[in-house]
Every structure is written in C-alpha cells, then in structure tokens.
C-alpha cells in the first residue's frame, strides 16, 4: 500500500522553473500581437480575394492557431502559459465588449426606429 500520493498531472508536466512577471507580460503582448496579426492577415485576403475564400481561409487560421496554442502552451511554464492563453483572448473579449455596446446603445436609441 502507497502511503504518499503524487498528485502530478500527465496531461500538464511539471516544470521545474517559474518565469518570472515581465517574461509572462511578454507572452502576453505576444498573444495579442498573434491575434491581431491574424485578424489583419484574414481582413487583407478578404480585401484582396472574395469574401467566401476569407471565410474559409479565417476558419483554417483560427483552428490552426487554436492546435498551434494548445501544443505551444504545454512546453511554457505555467504562468506563461496562462498569459498567452489570456492575450490570445484579450482582443476577441473587447471585440465583443465593443459590439454589445453598440447593440445596447442602438437599443436604447430614439433615433434607431
């Protein structure tokens, strides 16, 4: 009988290293810098090409960048890991902040109907 338990996950290994806050602010920028280099990539075939080909091209971006995450984020240490998830998901939260705010302001409008 085992009398000590190891809670180590094997989905998530250990490091042995803690990055430290500006390396993780790092991480972070550079999540936002990808998503938005891959918005402004999507929007310039769009521009360039039909809308339907950027459709198809901006779903294969998204579920790339999502594989290329999930593989990247498990070699980080954990909190860098965290601040790249988050900065990848910063610019797509004020996306929907911005348009819920323009439903709400056209909602409240008396100019809109």
């Known amino acids: 009988m085992q009398t000590t338990s190891s809670q180590i996950s094997p989905w998530r290994p250990v ?4 990055s430290s806050w500006p390396q993780a602010l790092g991480w972070y920028l550079a999540g936002v810098l990808a998503t938005c280099a891959g918005g ?8 360039v090409t039909g809308g339907a080909f950027a459709g198809v091209f ?10 290329v995450l999930v593989k990247r984020t498990g070699r980080l240490p954990r909190r860098s890991g965290v601040a790249l998830v988050l900065g ?19 909602a409240h409008s008396n100019l809109s109907f």
């Open 15 to 18: 490091t042995p290293t803690r």
């Open 40 to 47: 402004a990539l999507v929007v310039g075939i769009g521009s």
């Open 58 to 67: 901006g779903h294969l971006l998204v579920l790339g960048a999502i594989i």
């Open 88 to 106: 990848v998901l910063t610019p797509f939260v004020l996306a929907a902040a911005v348009v819920a705010y323009f439903l709400w302001a056209l």
